[in-house]
Each structure stands twice: as C-alpha cells, then as structure tokens.
Nanobody, 118 residues
Framework: QVQLVESGGDLVQAGGSLRLSCAAS????????MGWYLQAPGKQRELVAV???????TYGDSVKGRFTISRDNAKKTVSLEMNSLKPEDTAVYYC????????????WGQGTQVTVSS
C-alpha cells in the first residue's frame, strides 16, 4: 500500500516563502512522476509542478519563476520551494505520485493548506 504524507502548509504573508514536503512509503515501481497540484475553493485542481524520475520538470504558468520543485529518489520524497507568495496562491496543495506507462498507478496525498494573507 502506497501512502503519501505532505507537510509544510502554513499561514504566511504575501511576499513570504514556504517549503512543502511529501514523503512516499510502500512498494513503488520506479520511473515515475512526482508533483504538486493545488485546489482553491470552488475551483478545479490544477498543476503546480511535476518532476520526472530523470529530473525533467514542468511548471504551471502561474508559478514559473517563483516555485521550485525537487525530488530525492532514494528517499522517495518531493519538495516544493515556494517564494514570493501571493494571496492567489492560497489553496490546498496535494502531492501526487503517478506513472503513465504500464504498469500505471496514481496516488494522491491528503493535502496541506497554504494560506497567503495580503
């Protein structure tokens, strides 16, 4: 059974920084993607950033230049460094571990709240 546990969500002032972390446990087939998604109240879940096992990264347009994703394959962790935070970054942030090729899988964490005050 694979589990994802996030940490680091908090209340921060606009312009501040936060670091989110996600640790995966369980038996995990390698060559996968780890990433972060956010969901604001009343809105659909959207991509923040994804990093593949080879280090390739993809960022959502709203966070480019402000957020940095990284992963540690040995520790099965993914982190998100969030800088220059804006009130519109306020959301629940979810960690995701997924693999699109066979055998595919898709796991989500329980979410961590990030609130940015103006």
């Amino acid at each position: 059974q694979v589990q994802l546990v996030e940490s680091g969500g908090d209340l921060v002032q606009a312009g501040g920084s936060l670091r989110l972390s996600c640790a995966a446990s369980g038996s995990i087939i390698s060559r996968n993607n780890m990433g972060w998604y956010l969901q604001a109240p009343g809105k659909q879940r959207e991509l923040v950033a994804v990093v593949q096992s080879d280090g390739s990264m993809t960022y959502g347009d709203s966070v480019k230049g402000r957020f940095t994703i990284s992963r540690d394959n040995a520790k099965k962790t993914v982190s998100l460094e969030m800088n220059s935070l804006k009130p519109e970054d306020t959301a629940v942030y979810y960690c995701r571990l997924f693999r699109t090729s066979f055998p595919s899988y898709d796991y989500w964490g329980q979410g961590t709240q990030v609130t940015v005050s103006s």
